[in-house]
């Protein structure tokens, strides 16, 4: 049987399957179709990540074409790393109210596995599990990095609507 998921996604057995935003995250962000999105920075895109098994995951999706942060020319590779900040500090921000348990954020710029440019933003927890809690967060188990309860949905807006509501307010101090 297949269902729908609360983002518009198919899914069968479990697993999104077929063409859904998830298969062009940035057109779909450009068209507005992408429920993923918090905000529109100056470099690229702010997302909640596909999993929340620790809430507030984020990512920034550059908008252009690269592959490596030294593609870019030198002022827009210092826009991507700014915009990166910035929205660390609007989640840092709001998890800090959200969880007395958060304790920092960390940063990663990967593409092993999507070749384009994007950073991620991972919060760590004081209720994290041993031996989780101290390594990558690509150690989790993959079962419960995608367990169900931990996909991205509507659930998520209100996480969502924080950050962007943080970043728009710092972002106009600067």
């Not at 942060?69 to 002022?75: E, R, V, Y």
């Not at 910035?86 to 304790?103: H, K």
């Not at 933003?121 to 995608?146: I, S």
Request: hydrophobic letters at 40%; charged letters at 25%.
């Amino acid at each position: 049987m297949m269902d729908v998921d609360d983002y518009g996604g198919r899914v069968v057995g479990g697993a999104v399957t077929g063409p859904d935003w998830r298969d062009d995250r940035l057109g779909a962000a450009a068209r507005g179709e992408n429920p993923a999105v918090i905000a529109r920075l100056r470099t690229g895109w702010a997302v909640l990540g596909d999993t929340q098994h620790l809430p507030g995951y984020t990512l920034l999706l550059y908008a252009g074409t690269a592959d490596h942060l030294t593609d870019l020319p030198a002022p827009e590779r210092l826009g991507f790393l700014a915009d990166m900040s910035l929205l660390g500090e609007a989640v840092v921000a709001v998890l800090r109210e959200q969880d007395p348990a958060f304790e920092r954020l960390n940063y990663e710029i990967l593409g092993n596995s999507w070749p384009h440019l994007h950073a991620h933003l991972h919060p760590r927890y004081a209720w994290e599990p041993q031996p989780w809690r101290r390594g990558p967060v690509w150690r989790y188990d993959p079962r419960v990095r995608a367990a169900p309860e931990h996909a991205l949905g509507i659930r998520h807006d209100p996480l969502k609507h924080l950050i962007a509501a943080k970043l728009e307010e710092l972002a106009g101090g600067r």
